[in-house]
């Protein structure tokens, strides 16, 4: 059984930074695009940021500049760096990988829990 857990959020002030971390843990896999994906206080899910096993990266237009995604594939980990955060920043950040179970042809899409990100002064 795979898991992704995030951690990293909470409360920060307007301008400020956080780091979230999110580790794939479980059975032997392999992992492809992981990304962080995140749903203000009503309303709906929308992409963040991605990025592949090869190192490519997208932002979405609101975190260009800002924040920075990353990855340690030692690690099975995904990092998002978080600057200059906004009151609009918050929302619950969920982590979201493509793993392959070992032994399996199939891709399977995975999502984390979520973590709590809340600018606010």
């Known amino acids: 059984q795979v898991q992704l857990v995030e951690s990293g959020g909470g409360l920060v002030q307007p301008g400020g930074s956080l780091r979230l971390s999110c580790a794939a843990s479980g059975s032997a896999f392999s992992i492809y695009t992981m990304g962080w994906y995140r749903q203000p206080p009503g309303k709906q899910r929308e992409l963040v940021a991605t990025i592949t096993s090869a190192g490519s990266t997208n932002y979405a237009d609101s975190a260009k500049g800002r924040f920075t995604i990353s990855r340690d594939n030692a690690k099975n980990t995904v990092y998002l760096q978080m600057n200059s955060l906004k009151p609009e920043d918050t929302a619950v950040y969920y982590c979201?990988?493509?793993?392959?179970?070992?032994?399996?042809?199939?891709?399977?899409?995975?999502w984390g829990k979520g973590t709590l990100v809340t600018v606010s002064s």
């Open positions: 979201n990988a493509d793993l392959r179970p070992l032994g399996s042809a199939t891709v399977v899409n995975y």
